[in-house]
C-alpha cells in the first residue's frame, strides 16, 4: 500500500489522492510552439528515482501539494513552501 503525507491532512492512503503530474516548469505560451506545447501535456520522462510531482488531495483536504517521491519504493515527503 503507498502512503502520501499531507502536509494538512497527515499520512494518507493514495486512494484519497489524484496524480497530476511531474512538477516542471511551464512553457511560455507566447513563444512556444505547438509541439512544443505537446511535448509538456503528454510526454512524461518517467525516470527511475527521485522525482518531483504534484498530487491533489480530492478526499481529503481538497488541495494541490507537491512530493518527491522515490518512483523505486515509492517513499515521499513533500516538499518545502508547496501549497
Known amino acids: 500500500m503507498i502512503q502520501l503525507p499531507c502536509p494538512w491532512c497527515g499520512l494518507r ?11 516542471r516548469p511551464r512553457p511560455d505560451p507566447a513563444t512556444t510552439t505547438p509541439e512544443q506545447w505537446r511535448e ?3 510526454i512524461r520522462a518517467n ?6 510531482e504534484s498530487w491533489y488531495h480530492s478526499a481529503g ?4 501539494l507537491r ?3 522515490d518512483t523505486v519504493s515509492n517513499q515521499a515527503r513533500p516538499v518545502e513552501g508547496a501549497e
Do not use: D, K, W
Open 40 to 42: 509538456h501535456l503528454y
Open 13 to 23: 492512503n493514495v486512494v484519497e489522492f489524484r496524480y497530476v503530474g511531474e512538477s
Open 67 to 69: 512530493l518527491q517521491r
Open 47 to 52: 525516470p527511475r528515482g527521485q522525482v518531483l
Open 61 to 64: 483536504c481538497r488541495r494541490y
